[in-house]
């Protein structure tokens, strides 16, 4: 079939439009290079179509969704401090921008949207794990784009037909992820540090706690995502279930480089939430996901991936 990746030169994007050449789909990327990279498309790049161009632009997006059933919407601004400096940019992007797709894709009747939501909705609740059920509550420009889009999914589904999955993405990691924006996730840094021999800054105690989930298993999701009947309409955590403080995790790290590492500890970076952990139950029993990379197979396999590539 014919699949249309927005964001597909991104870090997730691309982690999806290459499985899908790979499993013999026909792939067609839009990404405006904002944060996507062309290096990301490299061993695939002669296997898809691919056209520079933004989703504030409707009129493109409408030509590009002609001929596709699927659609992964994975374009967007994705930095929430971004969105509290820029929250007019972001709005346009974030929520224009996934109004567009999913104008487009009624227009040009693709049967399904995936979009890329995130655990953002869910603000700083104390409450652990995240369920789906729970009231977002969002406390970021950048929060209340991925709900307002995810609410228009609903929408569009309940009222014009087209199926839609919003899959929130917790702590997501991986090769591709840039480490050279300061709004780059914490493992991105961390590993380009070490290897740099240079010394990791932790932002609190260490004692705070993410859900880090390999890339591959969120393309997983993405895949069961596109395909399963029983998804259409509905939102999903996608994560792997697991806690890892950030003690924990730089210690797995130094593990796997085989040495001593000790990190310079910073006061808390402002607006952090504390703790973030999710249930994953709603996606393992609708969706038929599980996690297949663990949390330290997956740092295994993006040390492996970023020694080869220096
Ligand atoms: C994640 C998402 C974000 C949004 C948010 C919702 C990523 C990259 N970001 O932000 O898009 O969905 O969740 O809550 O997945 N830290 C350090 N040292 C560093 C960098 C970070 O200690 O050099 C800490 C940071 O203070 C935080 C933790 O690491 O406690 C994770 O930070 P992050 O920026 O990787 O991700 P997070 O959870 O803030």
């Known amino acids: 079939m014919r699949v249309l990746v927005t964001g597909g030169a991104g870090f997730i994007g691309s982690h999806i439009a290459e499985r899908l050449v790979r499993d013999g789909h026909q792939v067609r990327i839009v990404d405006n290079f904002f944060s996507g990279h062309r290096e990301n498309l490299a061993g ?48 346009d992007v974030n929520i224009q921008g996934t109004l567009n797709v999913l104008l487009a894709a009624r227009a040009r009747k693709v049967r399904r949207v995936v979009f890329a939501c995130s655990a953002a909705v869910y603000g700083e609740d104390p409450e652990l794990p995240k369920r789906e059920t729970m009231a977002p509550a969002p406390i970021a420009p950048y929060a209340v784009e991925k709900i307002t889009g995810e609410y228009y999914l609903g929408v569009f589904h309940k009222l014009y037909g087209v199926e839609t999955v919003s899959l929130r993405y917790f702590n997501v990691f991986g090769p591709r992820q840039d480490p050279r924006s300061p709004y780059s996730g914490v493992i991105s840094i961390f590993v380009d540090r070490l290897l740099a021999g240079q010394v990791p800054t932790i932002f609190g105690d260490g004692q705070q706690c993410r859900d880090f989930v390999f890339v591959e298993n969120v393309v997983d999701a993405n895949l069961l995502a596109g395909t399963v009947p029983a998804a259409a309409g509905r939102a999903y955590n996608v994560a792997c279930g697991e806690r890892t403080t950030l003690n924990q995790l730089l210690a797995i790290l130094a593990k796997l480089c085989g040495r001593e590492v000790k990190p310079v500890y910073a006061p808390p970076r402002a607006g952090d939430i504390r703790d973030s952990l999710a249930a994953i139950d709603r996606a393992r029993s609708e969706l038929g996901y599980a996690p297949k990379v663990g949390v330290e197979e997956g740092l295994r396999r993006l040390l492996e991936h970023e020694r080869r590539a220096r």
């Not at 409408?62 to 969105?83: D, F, I, Q």
């Open 44 to 91: 695939f790049a002669d296997r898809i179509e691919l056209v520079e161009g933004d989703i504030r632009d409707l009129a493109l997006l409408t030509r590009l969704c002609e001929g596709c059933e699927l659609v992964y919407h994975e374009a967007a601004v994705v930095s929430v401090p971004y969105s509290v400096e820029h929250p007019q940019e972001t709005h």
